[in-house]
């Protein structure tokens, strides 16, 4: 069974850093592009970046790029968003989801809370 | 870039069927597939419909996609109503031109 299974919640400070996590299992995480989605309160889902674990080949959306970094362990099937200095703008849920094929999100994660508050 | 615009809302009774458009900016609605995903409160987004109209396995033959060169828009059209078919529906679709993945803003369905 095809799972992704995210980090738990995060409350953190402003300028604070932060790495979220998303770990893969029951298919070849190598094989397949991780995205990351971006949900603030009561609003819809936004595209942030993708990478492909297999070679970590990673593209931005413009609105994050130089905002975020996404990385990956392959080794131990696992995609990484992370912050250098969060701002409360940052507040939001943040979703991983595998890219079936070049255009579709076929499995997502349960997602991550992140809350930056003074 | 383009952009994929949804009706902020829609609503219906059980029963009835609904259509939920997504219309694309620019660009050709048919150069790249469309995805809907359903967003129910509290949980993450699940698809309904991939490739246009493909159903991925699990999904009730009652959700049905379809795209529309004229209006160069695509529809979800889901049909005998539930009470739990109640949830955001979210278009996607692939900017080639970019590598960049698109979401429409959403559409809130109410069945009442």
């Known amino acids: 069974e095809v799972q992704l299974v995210q980090s738990g919640a995060e409350v953190k400070k402003p300028g604070e850093s932060l790495k979220i996590s998303c770990k893969g299992s029951g298919y070849s995480f190598t094989s397949y592009w991780i995205g990351w989605v971006r949900q603030m309160p009561g609003k819809g889902l936004e595209w942030m970046g993708i990478i492909y674990p297999g070679d970590s080949d990673t593209r931005y959306s413009p609105s994050f790029q130089g905002q975020v970094t996404i990385s990956a362990d392959k080794s131990i099937s696992t995609a990484y968003l992370q912050w250098s200095s969060l701002k409360a703008s940052d507040t939001a849920m943040y979703y991983c989801?595998?890219?079936?094929?070049?255009?579709?999100?076929?499995?997502w994660g349960q997602g991550t809370l992140v809350t930056v508050s003074s | 870039n383009f952009m994929l615009t949804q009706p902020h809302s829609v609503s219906e009774s059980p029963g009835k069927t609904v259509t939920i458009s997504c219309t694309r900016s620019s660009g050709s609605i048919a150069s790249n597939y469309v995805q809907w995903y359903q967003q129910r409160p509290g949980s993450a987004p699940t698809t309904v419909i991939y490739e246009d109209n493909q159903r991925p396995s699990g999904v009730p033959d009652r959700f049905s996609g379809s795209i529309d060169s004229s209006s160069n828009s695509a529809s979800l059209t889901i049909s005998g109503l539930k009470t739990e078919d109640e949830a955001d529906y979210y278009c996607?679709?692939?900017?080639?031109?970019?590598?960049?993945?698109?979401f429409g803003g959403g559409t809130k369905l109410t069945v009442l």
């Open positions: 996607q679709s692939y900017d080639s031109s970019n590598l960049h993945w698109v």
């Open positions: 989801a595998r890219l079936a094929n070049p255009t579709s999100f076929d499995y």
